[in-house]
């Protein structure tokens, strides 16, 4: 993350006039024309109404893309590709073609992201965009880990094949239909209902045999559970993070309810919730007043607690939505002696923050726990987490998931010192692992990306005032520029030598390399890897006139030589990573966010690369960041 003199220059003349100018348009209107309807952002209000309209196929086009770029120097998320095209079409999707996302993906290999394509389209649409299609299908895609037979040619169900977890990426949230049950549909979301009052439908009908097993879609804490005049016996479920609500209605007479689910519960997606049927549409409990059995499911998106249950609920088509969880059935089982289904294969989700998320399998709950938070240590091992800052500025409408708060910090300061971390340069690490040094008792290093001045202005006196250690890695270009004009402005101005040398000489810092200018998207590069088509000596020839001339650089003007090298946007490759052993470097920094576990007794140098580190998100105390990575 950098601001350059040019950019600001663009903000003080053009953005604030231009954004008084929208906001007083904004206010005067109620309705957009492009399918978000909007509160006033003047207010900061929520979004008030969401028309989602993405057909089948280009969400699961897009979906496959996400899911094959996965572990690829590039991985393109679908949302982002979605909100991009909503917004180049208004939110009306029969203007879809399928060359304008061939045209999107192929613009982002080459190193473009979204949000900047955006930018010369319609930045303000992408971003209604972004937030709305994030709420309805955010926590579709991740990572999981699901309990399957070793053997895939016998079935676990006779115990003849081991069972054993297996970590994949890809479509994590279930159809509401347990596999092997057949259902049929149509789009209804809107048509008209008649009992009670006249109304719209706001969710979807599958037509299904009496007593299927009901399958939770998302993983979530279930908010409600009884008899609904409306909707007979039903379910409500509210994701994790609060924004959907799922409701699942007209379940089965005398057993509509998985046995052990209960007001409160979480439950884990693809679990057995409970039963299809055709209760409903009666004042009297029990009762089957529905003339087909068929299961109603719904999603509401929550933005603003305050409107969940008012006239303005905002309620999303699923009928498309159905079409693409299809290709994601739950495998069930007969419960012996009972009416009761379960789930066959045990299934958790692996999420950046687990403390809500529970494993489908009782028996390793514990042991689940313990490798999401990831606070089992090996005996041979010690662990060793990397905090990654960037800039800390008091101005509130600039601060973002890059620019966090300084009394953050320094929070963060006093937590690591009560909980008794000792902070490290990556040169003491180097030293434990290359010489031999002793390793501290519970170890951690600190690091700020891009070299900003207010690390000098608020991270450095913190630091000093603590007697701890921080890493910062400048982009040699900007300390150049700011060291020359002398502008000291805490939103983005950059450090200047002089401020450099003066905390290197208080032993509170230490200086590495993060390019001279490199951190950046231009020309098809991202950061500091390897273009496409570019041959290895073409590419060493750049690393070495960008990165070997910040290391000499560093030395001219400091008298210190950095041994490590922070990759920019933390994009790597086998290659860069041969490059900078070449250079000289005994370690390189990313930005995975995991702690590093280096090897104790046998001193493993190779342990020293791609050390991972945790993002410090702004909005979090100092005991639930830390706590929830593990850093107890």
Not at 246 to 252: K, P, V
Not at 311 to 332: E, G, K, M
Request: with cysteine.
């Amino acid at each position: 993350m950098r601001h350059n003199k040019k950019q600001i220059v663009i903000k003080k003349k053009f953005l604030l006039p231009l954004l008084f100018f929208i906001l007083l348009f904004l206010c005067s209107v109620s309705i957009l024309p492009f399918g978000i309807h909007v509160f006033s952002p003047a207010k900061k209000e929520p979004i008030k109404w969401v028309e989602f309209n993405v057909p089948y196929t280009v969400m699961e086009k897009a979906m496959k893309i996400d899911i094959q770029t996965y572990e690829s120097e590039t991985h393109i998320d679908w949302i982002e590709v979605l909100s991009y095209l909503a917004a180049k079409y208004g939110g009306n999707f029969k203007q879809y073609k399928a060359s304008d996302m061939d045209q999107l993906v192929e613009e982002l290999n080459k190193g473009e992201y979204t949000e900047h394509l955006a930018k010369k389209m319609n930045a303000a649409l992408y971003q209604y965009y972004h937030k709305a299609y994030s709420a309805i299908l955010g926590e579709f895609l991740g990572e999981y880990k699901v309990k399957l037979p070793k053997n895939k040619e016998k079935d676990s169900d006779s115990g003849e094949s081991e069972m054993i977890w297996q970590k994949k990426y890809g479509l994590k949230a279930f159809s509401p239909v347990a596999a092997g049950y057949y259902y049929s549909d149509f789009d209804d979301f809107g048509n008209g209902r008649t009992y009670g009052y006249a109304r719209r439908h706001l969710g979807h009908d599958l037509m299904i045999g009496s007593g299927t097993p009901i399958i939770c879609v998302e993983s979530g804490i279930v908010e409600a559970l009884g008899w609904n005049q409306y909707g007979g016996w039903r379910i409500g479920i509210r994701s994790f993070d609060g924004v959907r609500y799922y409701y699942y209605a007209h379940l089965q007479k005398n057993h509509p309810y998985a046995s052990n689910l209960y007001i409160g519960k979480a439950v884990t997606a693809g679990d057995v919730i409970g039963y299809s049927g055709q209760t409903g549409y009666s004042r009297k409990e029990n009762t089957n007043n529905i003339d087909t059995p068929h299961l109603h499911y719904g999603m509401q998106l929550v933005f603003d607690e305050d409107k969940k249950d008012s006239p303005t609920q905002i309620w999303i088509n699923l009928y498309d939505i159905t079409r693409l969880l299809s290709n994601h059935r739950a495998d069930v089982v007969k419960v012996e002696d009972s009416k009761e289904f379960t789930r066959k294969y045990a299934f958790y989700e692996i999420d950046k923050d687990e403390k809500n998320k529970t494993t489908s399998d009782p028996k390793l709950e514990d042991e689940t726990a313990l490798t999401m938070n990831q606070s089992s240590t090996p005996e041979d091992k010690i662990a060793v987490p990397i905090i990654m800052y960037h800039g800390l500025v008091k101005d509130k409408s600039v601060q973002n998931k890059f620019m966090i708060d300084p009394s953050l910090f320094e929070s963060d300061l006093t937590y690591l010192k009560e909980k008794g971390y000792t902070t490290m340069f990556v040169s003491d690490l180097i030293k434990c692992v290359k010489k031999g040094k002793a390793f501290p008792k519970k170890p951690i290093i600190l690091t700020f990306d891009d070299g900003y001045y207010n690390n000098y202005l608020y991270a450095f006196p913190a630091l000093k005032k603590n007697n701890m250690k921080a890493v910062i890695s400048i982009i040699g270009r900007y300390t150049d520029e700011y060291s020359e004009n002398g502008v000291e402005q805490p939103n983005y101005s950059h450090v200047t030598w002089d401020q450099i040398n003066e905390m290197i000489e208080s032993g509170c810092v230490e200086i590495q390399n993060h390019t001279y200018d490199m951190h950046t998207y231009d020309a098809g590069r991202k950061g500091s890897l390897q273009k496409g088509g570019e041959s290895v000596e073409a590419y060493g020839a750049v690393l070495d006139s960008d990165i070997g001339y910040l290391q000499k650089h560093i030395e001219e003007k400091t008298g210190t030589k950095p041994n490590t090298f922070t990759y920019p946007f933390g994009f790597y490759n086998k290659n860069s990573e041969e490059f900078m052993k070449t250079f000289g470097f005994d370690a390189t920094l990313i930005c995975e966010g995991r702690i590093n576990y280096i090897s104790k007794k046998e001193r493993n140098p190779d342990e020293l690369y791609r050390l991972g580190r945790f993002l410090r998100e702004p909005n979090c105390s100092s005991a639930d960041f830390f706590q929830k990575n593990g850093i107890q």
